[in-house]
C-alpha cells in the first residue's frame, strides 16, 4: 500500500482551453476542458503513474487489492464501480445548459448512476458567473413553451463567483459552467448529461451537439429554486499552520478544504479511502514506508488500509471520501 499518482485523462470539448496551465500543469496538446484526475469510469480510466503498480489501471488495482484498497465500511459493489469521479474543469468558453439525473432515473433509463457533483471554483476571470437553476415559480409547462420559443435565458438564474466560492449541484438542478471559469468537481462515477440549450454552437465537423430536452425536462427539480447557490464554509484550525473547512457532505460524497503551511498527520484506518487534490504549493506524503512528492495540479489516491501518513508543505487542497 502507497499513496496513489494517476495519469490525467484529458477531454478537449470544444469549450475548453489551456488554462491549467495556470496550476502548474504541463499540457502536451491544445484545448483541454476536463482533466479526469481519479476516474474508475469507462469513459476515462485512470492509470496509475507512480510506484511498482504503474501501468495498472485504477480497477485493476481495486480487483488486485479488493476492501484493503477500498475500505471496510464502503460497499462491495464499488470495487467494480468505483464511486468518486474527480476532475479539475477548464471552461475557457461557456458550456451548455444541462442537467443529470438521479441515481433512480439513471437506473431504470440509462443504467448505472445518476450525477450529484459540488464545485470549487479555482479561479475566475472578473465578473465571470454560471447558471445555478431556475427562476423561482418556474415549472415544466413555462420551462418547455420558453425551450420552444427560444426564451430559456428568461427562465434560469445566474451566480457571480470568484475564487474560494462552493457550490453544490444535486441531480435534478439546471446549471451550466460560465466562461473565465476554473474549477475542481467531485462527482459521482457518471458521465450522463442531459444538455437543454448550447447557444447554437457547431463542433470542428460544423454539427451542432444533440440536445436531451425530453430527458431533461424528465428529472428538473423544479422545486428546488429558492436553494442558496454558493455557500462560504466555516473555517476552523485544528492543527498549528493548518485550517479545516468541510464544503459539502451529502450521502455521496464529503468534500474538505485545506490550508497547510506545516505538517498535517492523518490515518487510513481501513475503512474508507481518501482523494486528495492539490490547488497550491508542494510539499510530500510520507508514510511507513517511504515518502512521495506532491504538487499542485496532482491528485493522490490513499488506499484505505495505508495507516499512518503525514501531509508536509505549504499547500492548499481538497480532500474527498465517501460518509
Not at 496509475?48 to 485493476?60: D, F, R, T
Not at 460544423?206 to 423544479?222: Q, S, T
Not at 486528495?276 to 506532491?294: C, D, H, K, R
Request: with cysteine; net charge negative; glycine share 10%.
Amino acid at each position: 500500500m502507497y499513496p496513489l499518482k494517476f495519469e490525467p485523462v484529458y477531454k478537449d470539448y470544444l469549450w475548453g482551453g489551456r488554462n491549467l496551465e495556470k496550476l502548474g500543469r504541463i499540457l502536451s496538446q491544445g484545448k483541454v476542458a476536463e482533466s479526469w484526475e481519479v476516474s474508475g469510469h469507462p469513459d476515462g480510466t485512470s492509470i496509475i503513474s507512480n510506484g511498482e503498480l504503474k501501468g495498472l489501471s485504477l480497477v485493476e488495482y481495486l480487483q488486485k487489492e479488493g476492501h484493503a484498497a477500498l475500505g471496510s465500511a464502503l460497499r462491495p459493489a464499488y470495487l467494480q464501480e468505483f464511486p468518486l469521479l474527480v476532475k479539475l474543469i477548464d471552461a475557457h468558453d461557456k458550456l451548455s445548459v444541462q442537467v443529470h439525473p438521479t441515481d433512480e432515473y439513471a437506473q431504470k433509463h440509462e443504467g448505472g448512476y445518476g450525477k450529484n457533483e459540488m464545485w470549487y471554483i479555482i479561479d475566475a476571470k472578473p465578473g465571470a458567473s454560471l447558471i445555478y437553476d431556475v427562476v423561482p415559480g418556474m415549472n415544466r409547462e413555462k420551462f418547455t413553451q420558453a425551450i420552444e420559443e427560444g426564451t430559456i435565458g428568461d427562465c434560469l438564474q445566474s451566480a457571480e463567483v470568484a475564487p474560494g466560492d462552493v457550490l453544490d449541484i444535486p441531480a435534478g438542478l439546471v446549471h451550466g459552467i460560465g466562461e473565465g471559469i476554473m474549477l475542481a468537481e467531485i462527482q459521482q462515477s457518471s458521465n450522463l448529461t442531459y444538455r437543454i440549450y448550447d447557444y447554437e454552437r457547431v463542433d470542428v465537423m460544423g454539427k451542432k451537439r444533440p440536445l436531451h430536452v425530453e430527458r431533461a425536462l424528465e428529472v428538473i427539480d423544479f422545486d428546488s429554486a429558492k436553494r442558496v447557490a454558493k455557500t462560504k464554509p466555516q473555517v476552523q484550525q485544528i492543527a498549528p499552520g493548518c485550517t479545516k473547512a468541510e464544503l459539502v457532505a451529502n450521502e455521496y460524497f464529503v468534500v474538505e478544504l485545506y490550508d497547510l503551511k506545516a505538517e498535517l498527520s492523518q490515518k487510513a484506518q481501513g475503512e474508507r479511502f481518501f482523494i486528495y487534490t492539490f490547488l497550491q504549493g508542494e510539499g510530500a506524503i510520507s508514510y511507513n514506508q517511504g515518502s512521495v512528492p506532491i504538487k499542485a495540479a496532482e491528485s493522490i489516491l490513499i488506499p484505505a488500509s495505508l495507516g499512518h501518513y503525514t501531509i508536509e508543505g505549504n499547500l492548499k487542497f481538497l480532500k474527498s471520501y465517501l460518509p
